[in-house]
């Protein structure tokens, strides 16, 4: 009794696994013919379908992170000029010095 | 001048205020939908682009004919911004193309002569950095090249025709589209001469500065 019931049961598991495989597979198979031609966009995949707010939203975000970096470059290039700068008021000053 | 940039970089903030309550009004385009809206800010960079580029070739012309020093700090500043605006360009560019073409990018003759327009513009900047004594004239040659560039950058979606939308695009746009789109390109325009401007400052007073420097080792 018990060892027809455990054949049941493994009947049963294997069924639903072939049942599930061979949707999945006529799924695909399905998809495939249909990439020969023209694809409906509603029947693609939702990984294909791209966002476009927020495809909008990053060129709007890019936009303005170059500039800023851009404006950020401006910056420290700016710093360092007024670093030597410094740098060499003080050795004037100092050749100064000597020289008095 | 000194007065121009805060003035331009104030307009140039109201604007960027304003703007997008008006881009986020505009009607969506009936096939592409939202992602259209990368125009109000894709061709109005592109712009200033071709405007930097064209500085930095007139600039380049003068410090080639002419010698000018004034020239060469102009054509540096001007060949940075058109480095900066060609790269927001070519990287919105894709952004769109990806919704509305399905791919990221296409070696169509537009996207690809501004993509060799930009690195031109970068061999510019390159060669001034790690040219040497002299390289001024030579990357001002390369300027020159840059600006001889634009038309054919421009007109490329008219003669070879490719994926990109035709320069006929812009003129017949409805007013609710183009209102923003104008505005956007002034605003564009301010920053654009803002920075610009105090670029070729720094860029004159890191001159001058090393000329002094020479002077003083003399």
């Known amino acids: 009794m018990s060892f027809l019931n455990h054949v049941r049961r493994v009947a049963a598991l294997a069924g639903a696994a072939l049942l599930l495989v061979s949707t999945q597979v006529s799924r ?3 998809f495939a013919v249909q990439q020969d031609g023209f694809v409906p966009a509603s029947s693609l995949p939702q990984t294909q379908s791209v966002s476009a707010p927020a495809l909008v939203l990053a060129a709007y975000g890019l936009v303005w992170l170059f500039v800023v970096i851009f404006v950020f470059m401006m910056w420290r290039k700016l710093g360092a000029l007024e670093k030597e700068l410094g740098e060499a ?3 004037f000053s100092a050749r100064k010095g000597t020289r008095s | 001048m000194k007065k121009l940039v805060p003035l331009a970089l104030i307009v140039a903030a109201a604007i960027y205020a304003v703007v997008p309550f008006l881009i986020n009004a505009a009607p969506e385009e ?3 939908g939202l992602i ?3 125009i109000f800010f894709h061709v109005p960079s592109a712009m200033m682009m071709f405007i930097s580029a064209c500085v930095c070739g007139v600039a380049s012309a003068m410090v080639v004919f002419k010698r000018s020093e004034q020239a060469d700090h ?8 058109a480095i900066v605006f060609g ?10 193309a990806r919704k509305a073409w399905g791919i990221w990018w296409e070696w169509d003759p537009r996207l690809t002569s501004t993509l060799v ?3 031109v513009f970068c061999a ?6 790690f040219g040497g004594p002299g390289s001024e004239s030579l990357s001002a040659a390369v300027g020159l090249f840059g600006m001889a560039l634009v038309p054919f950058v421009y007109w490329s979606v008219n003669v070879w025709r490719g994926m990109h939308p035709r320069t006929t695009v812009i003129p017949t746009l409805p007013e609710t589209m183009l209102w923003p789109f104008w505005l956007s390109v002034l605003a564009f325009l301010c920053l654009y001469s803002a920075i610009l401007a105090v670029r070729v400052r720094l860029e004159g007073a890191r001159a001058e500065f090393e000329h002094l420097m020479l002077a003083a080792e003399d």
């Open chain 1, 28 to 30: 695909v198979a399905a």
């Open chain 2, 117 to 119: 327009m930009w690195l």
């Open chain 2, 30 to 32: 009936a096939t592409m």
């Open chain 2, 87 to 96: 790269a927001i360009v070519l990287v919105t560019g894709p952004l769109w």
């Open chain 2, 74 to 81: 102009i054509a540096a500043a001007a060949a940075e911004l």
């Open chain 1, 89 to 91: 008021r003080r050795e």
């Open chain 2, 124 to 129: 510019f900047l390159m060669l001034r950095k």
């Open chain 2, 36 to 38: 259209y809206k990368i």
